[in-house]
């Protein structure tokens, strides 16, 4: 049994971590589509906020 359930939860890691870059490559993907440098996808647009005092 030592080697089934090493094999199984090994596939099972290895389903959940496709599943995650799956995602992972979709968000940033999405992120991509946002103009802004390519470096930085998140922060990308501040520079069109103005924070100025009323």
Known sequence: MGLVSTLL???MLIW???FIIKK???IL???SAV???PTL???G???Q???KPD
């Open 24 to 26: 992972l490559r979709t």
């Open 35 to 37: 103009q802004g440098p």
């Open 16 to 18: 959940i971590a496709h």
């Open 41 to 43: 996808p998140l922060i």
């Open 49 to 51: 906020f103005h924070f």
């Open 45 to 47: 647009n501040l520079h």
């Open 9 to 11: 939860i090994t596939l």
């Open 29 to 31: 993907k999405q992120i």
